[in-house]
């Protein structure tokens, strides 16, 4: 995919209100549940825009352990008053670790 398609991609599906419509319909049709939210190339350009998604995930989302995901899986239940978030990185690129990573321990 061109990195042009790729920024208008990151600009329609990565802001603030999809997420927000994405948090309020799925609050609506379920009481507990875990999003998971998966990145690819993490750009130095692009990091403003991930810095405004780990804030929004971290005012809206409680961070969900492999331990509290099992657990949801058998039972259902979930622990916090926010809904879970899983975020991965599944590239393995080193924008991951160089832009993504230090974002990510700030939130």
Known sequence: MNKLLKN???L??????????NYYFLKLIKKNYIVAVTYHDTPIENSKNLQNHFKFFNKYYSNCSKKQLENFL???EWC???PGIIISFDDGLLSNYEVAKPILETF
């Not at 599906?13 to 927000?20: D, I, S, V």
């Open 8 to 10: 208008i991609l990151t």
């Open 74 to 76: 058998k039972t259902g």
């Open 12 to 21: 329609i599906l990565g802001n603030k209100l999809a997420f927000l419509i």
């Open 80 to 82: 916090h008053k926010k």
